[in-house]
Nanobody, 124 residues
Framework: QVQLVESGGGLVQAGASLRLSCAASGRTFSTSAMGWFRQAPGKEREFVATINWSGSPTYYADSVVGRFTISRNNAQNTLYLQMNSLKPEDTAIYYC?????????????????WGQGTQVTVSS
């Protein structure tokens, strides 16, 4: 069993940066691919980024390419999402998610562990 706890969300102005963290408990983090998803009010949860168990490869949604960077520290059981040049349309609850496989996935159904989410609000 893996438990995921996100942190680092907040209220920022457009153009600012935030770094989200996801602390994982359990022995399988270092051998699991991980991902970030987000859900805006009234919308479905959507894929943001994913990372292989080893840190490479990574894959991003088109809407965040060049602005967001996913990374991980397996020694500290922590997943990160560096978000730069934030836009109002990035406003959402951001969820950390874990797979039971080493390979990346862009599909929600590919993840079996989910955190409770952290709110990111970007004002214009």
């Amino acid at each position: 069993q893996v438990q995921l706890v996100e942190s680092g969300g907040g209220l920022v102005q457009a153009g600012a940066s935030l770094r989200l963290s996801c602390a994982a408990s359990g022995r399988t983090f270092s051998t699991s691919a991980m991902g970030w998803f987000r859900q805006a009010p009234g919308k479905e949860r959507e894929f943001v980024a994913t990372i292989n168990w080893s840190g490479s490869p990574t894959y991003y949604a088109d809407s965040v390419v060049g602005r967001f960077t996913i990374s991980r520290n397996n020694a500290q059981n922590t997943l990160y999402l560096q978000m730069n040049s934030l836009k109002p349309e990035d406003t959402a609850i951001y969820y950390c998610a874990g797979r039971h496989l080493r390979t990346i996935s862009m599909s929600r159904s590919g993840y079996i562990y989910w955190g409770q989410g952290t709110q990111v609000t970007v004002s214009s």
